[in-house]
């Protein structure tokens, strides 16, 4: 589950939709939601994958993605593309933010910033046909 650097391309290649929290071991927040993904990443074993990175001991695998708070959590679809959430997802849960590069307006990232509850987990990664 804990991971020391990001690579897309690698991602790409899990073939299952993926979540990265970006945190830290020592951020009271990025302890609290711990459990949760402790809880899904054993769930869901070859169904999904759920990675965390402490970005204050591995701060060069952060510089590709939007995060400007922790707990930070970036989400892919099974195809590693960015998952796109729904009306009704991103109505229901608070912080979910969608990028789009500035040139082409292409969807590159979807984002969750701060904590984020189980329950809010599970509604992401159901519409990326994991339960």
Same mark, same amino acid.
């Given at each position: 589950?804990?991971?020391?650097?990001?690579?897309? +391309?690698? *991602?790409?290649?899990?073939? *299952?939709?993926? $979540? *990265?929290?970006?945190?830290?071991?020592?951020? !009271?927040?990025?302890?609290?939601?711990?459990? $949760?993904?402790?809880?899904? +990443?054993?769930?869901?074993?070859?169904?999904?994958?759920?990675?965390?990175?402490?970005?204050?001991?591995? +701060?060069?695998?952060?510089?590709?993605?939007? $995060?400007?708070? *922790?707990?930070?959590?970036?989400?892919?679809?099974?195809?590693?593309?960015?998952?796109?959430?729904?009306? +009704?997802?991103?109505?229901?849960?608070?912080?979910?933010?969608?990028?789009?590069?500035?040139?082409?307006?292409? %969807? !590159?990232?979807?984002? %969750?910033?701060?904590? !984020?509850?189980?329950?809010?987990?599970?509604? !992401?990664?159901?519409?990326?046909?994991?339960?």
């Amino acid at each position: 589950m804990k991971i020391t650097k990001t690579d897309l +391309n690698e *991602i790409k290649s899990y073939g *299952i939709p993926t $979540v *990265i929290d970006f945190g830290s071991d020592d951020c !009271i927040p990025c302890k609290e939601m711990a459990p $949760v993904l402790e809880t899904l +990443n054993a769930e869901w074993q070859g169904k999904a994958a759920v990675q965390f990175m402490d970005v204050w001991k591995y +701060n060069d695998g952060v510089d590709d993605f939007p $995060v400007s708070v *922790i707990p930070t959590q970036v989400f892919f679809n099974a195809d590693g593309t960015p998952y796109v959430p729904s009306e +009704n997802i991103l109505s229901s849960i608070d912080g979910l933010t969608m990028y789009s590069d500035k040139t082409t307006e292409k %969807h !590159i990232f979807t984002v %969750h910033q701060g904590g !984020i509850t189980e329950e809010d987990m599970r509604k !992401i990664f159901a519409e990326m046909g994991i339960e």
